[in-house]
């Protein structure tokens, strides 16, 4: 399968969106009528953190280089991989899900941080999301605690780039 990897621009704006709409409601997504939004994708862009991946020039996945200071406030991070970056909102499109595209992503994301000097890397993912587990475990991805925040239960993952 060939794809691209690009950071997003304004023109992605609408299928980014799209993509995200067809996440809303799926099992263990916290996201909302309200998140993400185009906020959300303004405050992305206006950092360089958000990528696309294109099949045949269409966008298929995303994810963003995250800041999010109740998630970086919690207690578990360490130290030792200070500074930490965060990857969130990763998103695959329905039809190309269970073909590696979530692992291709998470790739870059890691990538990107460890470009941009980042030592470690750390996230949050739903405690019942078994399919997310998975690919994570996959990574080699620590679990160093569990939380509560959005109204879901989370774990709290962390690794060394």
């Known amino acids: 399968m060939e794809y691209e990897i690009l950071m997003a621009t304004e023109e992605d704006r609408n299928d980014i969106l799209a993509l995200y709409q067809l996440q809303k ?10 998140y993400p ?5 303004d405050f992305d862009l206006s950092r ?8 045949e020039g269409k ?3 995303v994810i963003s280089l995250e800041e999010d200071e109740d998630v970086d ?14 990857l969130a909102r990763l998103a695959v499109s329905p039809e190309e899900q269970g073909k590696g595209l979530g692992r291709v992503m998470l790739q870059h994301g890691m990538d ?23 690919c994570y475990a996959a990574f ?6 569990e939380c509560h925040m959005y109204e879901q239960d989370f774990l709290c993952y962390e690794k060394e780039l």
């Open 73 to 86: 406030n919690l207690p578990y991070w360490s130290d030792d991989l200070r500074p930490e970056g965060e």
């Open 112 to 134: 990107e941080l460890k470009r941009r000097g980042y030592k470690g890397i750390h996230f949050l993912v739903n405690k019942y999301n078994v399919t997310a587990i998975r």
């Open 59 to 61: 966008i298929k996945a």
């Open 48 to 55: 360089d953190a958000l990528f696309v991946l294109k099949i």
């Open 25 to 34: 409601g799926r099992k263990f997504c916290p996201w909302t009528e309200e």
């Open 37 to 41: 939004s185009n906020e959300t994708i």
């Open 140 to 145: 080699g991805f620590n679990v160093v605690g």
